[in-house]
Every structure is written in C-alpha cells, then in structure tokens.
DNA sequence: CGGCACATTGACGTGCATCAAACCGTGTGG
DNA sequence: CCACACGGTTTGATGCACGTCAATGTGCCG
C-alpha cells in the first residue's frame, strides 16, 4: 500500500481539464493511497460480472473495458490511456457486465471506493468533477455507437485514430498526428466491431491512400485535415471545449411541430 | 412555468430504484420548478451540438438521444421512457455532441440546470444518486456497443426488445413479454445501426420462429427464456440488481499472469 | 536455430444495404 | 361515402462490404 502515488497527478490532470478544483481538493486527491499492480499484455484485471471495492487508474500502458459475449466474442467498448479512471463509475456501481483488461504490458494503480467516496461527499465539487468525468466517458461511448452503427470500417478505424491521437497529445504522449497505439490489429478490430483481417486490409488502404504511414506501432497521419474529413470527426464529444467542426451537424434537419404547453 | 409536476415522481421512483434517499431530499426534488412541453413525433427537442440550460425528463411517449452523421445518417444511442432523464448529464456537461428527438408523440418536462446543480450540491447524497443515475445510462451505452459490434441483426433486435420490455416493466407500463414500444421499424432501424427493411425481414423472421407476436406496436414475448436466450441477454447491465444469467460471462477466458509490485 | 505472436495474403461465402415498387391503414377533404 | 394522399410496412432483385478459413510471411526472443 502507497501513499500519493504519481500517477495520482496525471488523473488529476484530467480532472482538471474538465473541471475547476480548488487547492485543498486537488491536495486530498493526490493524497489518496493505492495499491500498484503491472498486468502484462492480455491480463484481464476485472473480470465480466466481478463486484470490485476498488477503482483502476491507468499509470501507464493501454488498458480496456470490453464486453463478452456468451460464445466468448469480445467487444471492446473504451480504451484508457495514463491517467484515465478505467471504472471510476464503479464507485457508485460496484458490480457490473463489463471487464477491464490490459491490451499492453501496463501499470495500474488500484483506489479504494470509500476513500473515493469519501471525498466525493466531503467535497460537492470533487463529485461533480467526477460526475462530469463519467459524462466524458459516456460521450466517447454513444459517439462510438454512431460509429459501429452508421460508419463503414475506414471511417470506424480512421475515427477511432483520430480519436487516440487527440487524447494521446493532451495526455501529453505524441501528437495528434504521431502518436504510439500499443494495440494488436485483433485488438483493433475487437474495438471496431471488425475481424483482425478486415482491419489489416483497410489500414493498407489508409496507407496507399496517403492518409496515413505506420512504423511498427506508431502512427502517423500525414494529413490532418484529409483524416479527420475521412474520419467524420468532431472533437466536440469528447467534451475539452476543444475547436468544433464548424457547422458540422447544426439543424441538418428540421423538426415539425412542437404545441408548448407551458 | 410549474412548481412539483406529477412526472417529477416517476423520475424518484427511478432514481429510488439504485439509490436511497431521505424523505428530505425526495421532497426537495418533487418540488423542482419545470417548464412542459408536448414536442410531436419526429420533433427534435435538442439540435445535435446546442448548448442547454436544462435537463430533459420524459413525462409520457418515447424520446430518443442519437448521434447525426455528416452526411444526415442518424443513429439512436438511447431510448427514453416516461421517468427517465435523456440528459441529466447535461447538467456537468451542457454541450455535447448529441441530438434529443422525441419518436412519438410525447410529454416532457425542462428542469434548470441551475436548480439540479443547487440541489446536487446541498444534498452529496443526491449528487452521488445522479452520478449513478448516468452511470446506468452509460452501462447500457456500453451494452448497445457490444450489441452492435458483435451481434447479428436477430440478436441485436431481440436485445432490445428484451432491454425495452424490462424497462417499461419496471416503470409500470407493461410486462416485459407484452408491451408496447410505439417506434416506427425505421427509428428501431437507426438504434439498431440496420435499415428499415431488414429491421423489417428480422421481425418477420422472429415471427416466423415463434419466438414473437405483435399486434400493431404491441410486443409479445412467446417465451422469454427463449427469446432471451436469442438475444445473449443479461439484465446485469442495468444495473438494478435483477437476477444475472448463471454463470453467463464470468472468467470465460483466463488472463495470463500479473506481476504485482505493490 | 526454433518457436511464437502478430501481420499479411488469397479464395470464397454471406448478411445486410440498396433501390424500387406494391401494399395497407388512417385521416382528410370533396 | 368515396377518393386520395401520406406515413408506414412489406416484398423482390441485385450488389457489395465484410466475414471466414487457411496458408504464408516476418520480426523478436530465448
């Protein structure tokens, strides 16, 4: 057991992307204690259906929550990067469907849910920055629902790198357009609703199309603009009050009618 | 404008079903100030991208959150029934990338940001109450991701019929295997990520299999071990402690190792 | 050097999209 | 009371994006 572990800062950090905290609560946060644990690649830390006393934060590596299935499919439905609370939600819901499951040799710090509750109810504005935190998450996973349900497979992939490389870059770890995705291809495509196969295929032609060249598992987008044009790509759900596509989706289409009430 | 609308306590009741809360604080959230509105089917209640200052409670009918594509091509994220709150995260999060578009004709009530934050703040027990209001919201997200990245068309349809059925039981509107889900088969189409036609030739098919009847929009579940069974359906992922599949998803697969260093 | 995880390739099958037309119930106006 | 328009459902013909299976290539590590 550890005290005000470092990694304690980078979440902080995503808090405060987010949210507004005051010294004292930013001090209680990273005094939380925790305990370290280094899951090499494929380790399942929180198995489907597991009640847990305790929240992950990811120190370092590429971690996931993904759902199974009953023939044992898997779907990834998050990928957490440094910083990230993998299952900070699981403070206010101990048990759940999913599973969280280290895609890379990874570092994770594990907080105890009283601790964290603890603070939440000693400081309103320490649980409304949690409270938003898990709003973030939710945005990134309906946005991932458009994805699997309207988007082809060189949308989804181009979507889903857009993504990684903006939230890599404010993490501080490469730039939106060069950044390391330590994931397998089957790893890639249990996030895209794809087979491993059909993601190789549409990232050479990503790549024969110039929009995108890889060295081993860095990626690199060539073309900013041009990617995030193929992407479909808006940064607005990932609420960072980061530039909007101008325009984007405004009013495409107009309601009819609406007697008020009031 | 309305002082403690009727709908307010459907919108308890729900949130009485994962949280407790003192007479207190039920009272204070009865009595929340509203504005009423009666938006028609296929009236869009939030333009994707609006920033609000209220929340959203469904007072009667279907209303659905849902993503918009560039190219006009909407997907259905989330349905919500009388006593659900489409975006009570609109509270920490007031603009999003997302749309609110009611699917029939419906009732629904505006509640001031202002006043939900004055409450959440006041009463740590009702903020923690709404932060796991979202996360059940979000467990379901997390569910229709896997449901479309790695279910068939017949799965996935009967999976949300199964969704919906215990839902609308649970809010007193139906039983789980005879309810009525008044969407048109093109709406059920855009949650589903599938066309109206063949969200069509899956009904029928289900049909066909005996596993379903309809009468109008009227559902009704032959068997539901059956139909449950079809659809791979857990209700642990909403999070309201009912029965789990036995055994269903637990350590299906084992990790590989995890050396510790705490 | 051999083994292993991962990437890549090719041949072939299929689930769902697409397009276009017909059908059906319901409300509306002549 | 019929005609017709309208939203929704149903049907059929055709095509393609992606899955499946199975083999081969490639870099890394012991």
Same mark, same amino acid.
């Given at each position: 057991?550890?005290? *005000?572990?470092?990694?304690?800062?980078?979440?902080?950090?995503?808090?405060?992307?987010?949210?507004?905290?005051? /010294?004292?609560?930013?001090?209680?946060?990273? !005094?939380?204690?925790?305990?370290?644990?280094?899951?090499?690649?494929?380790?399942?830390?929180?198995?489907?259906?597991? /009640?847990?006393?305790?929240?992950?934060?990811?120190?370092?590596?590429?971690?996931?929550?993904? @759902?199974?299935?009953?023939? *044992?499919?898997?779907? #990834?439905?998050?990928? !957490?990067?440094?910083?990230?609370?993998?299952?900070?939600?699981?403070?206010?819901?101990? /048990?759940? *469907?999913?599973? #969280?499951?280290?895609?890379?040799?990874?570092?994770?710090?594990?907080?105890?849910?009283?601790?964290?509750?603890?603070?939440? #109810?000693?400081?309103?504005?320490?649980?409304?920055?949690?409270?938003?935190?898990?709003?973030?998450?939710?945005s990134v996973l309906a946005k991932w629902v458009g994805n699997?349900?309207?988007?082809?497979?060189?949308?989804?992939?181009?979507?889903?790198?857009?993504?990684?490389?903006?939230?890599?870059?404010?993490?501080?770890?490469?730039?939106?357009?060069?950044?390391?995705? @330590?994931?397998?291809?089957?790893?890639?495509?249990?996030?895209?609703?794809?087979?491993?196969?059909?993601?190789?295929?549409?990232?050479?032609?990503?790549?024969?199309?110039?929009?995108?060249?890889? !060295?081993?598992?860095? #990626? @690199?987008?060539? @073309?900013?603009?041009?990617?995030?044009?193929?992407?479909?790509?808006?940064?607005?759900y990932?609420?960072?009050?980061?530039?909007?596509?101008? *325009?984007?989706?405004?009013?495409?289409?107009?309601?009819?009618?609406?007697?008020?009430?009031?």
């Amino acid at each position: 057991m550890n005290v *005000g572990h470092p990694a304690l800062e980078k979440f902080v950090a995503r808090l405060l992307r987010r949210s507004t905290l005051s /010294t004292e609560e930013v001090q209680a946060l990273l !005094h939380l204690p925790c305990r370290v644990a280094q899951p090499q690649a494929h380790f399942d830390i929180v198995y489907p259906g597991e /009640t847990v006393n305790h929240a992950c934060l990811v120190a370092k590596g590429l971690v996931a929550r993904f @759902d199974q299935m009953r023939d *044992g499919k898997r779907q #990834i439905a998050a990928f !957490h990067i440094p910083g990230d609370m993998c299952d900070l939600h699981s403070v206010v819901a101990p /048990t759940a *469907g999913w599973g #969280i499951s280290a895609l890379s040799p990874s570092t994770v710090l594990f907080l105890s849910h009283a601790e964290l509750r603890k603070l939440a #109810i000693a400081y309103p504005n320490v649980a409304l920055s949690f409270w938003r935190d898990g709003t973030a998450d939710a945005s990134v996973l309906a946005k991932w629902v458009g994805n699997l349900g309207r988007q082809d497979a060189r949308s989804r992939l181009a979507h889903l790198l857009c993504e990684m490389g903006v939230r890599l870059e404010l993490a501080g770890l490469g730039t939106r357009t060069s950044f390391v995705l @330590d994931a397998t291809q089957e790893q890639l495509a249990d996030a895209l609703g794809l087979t491993a196969v059909h993601v190789d295929r549409t990232m050479q032609a990503l790549r024969r199309e110039g929009l995108l060249a890889t !060295h081993g598992r860095t #990626i @690199d987008v060539v @073309d900013w603009q041009c990617f995030a044009e193929a992407a479909d790509f808006d940064p607005a759900y990932l609420l960072l009050g980061l530039p909007t596509r101008a *325009g984007a989706t405004q009013g495409l289409k107009m309601g009819r009618g609406m007697s008020s009430a009031a």
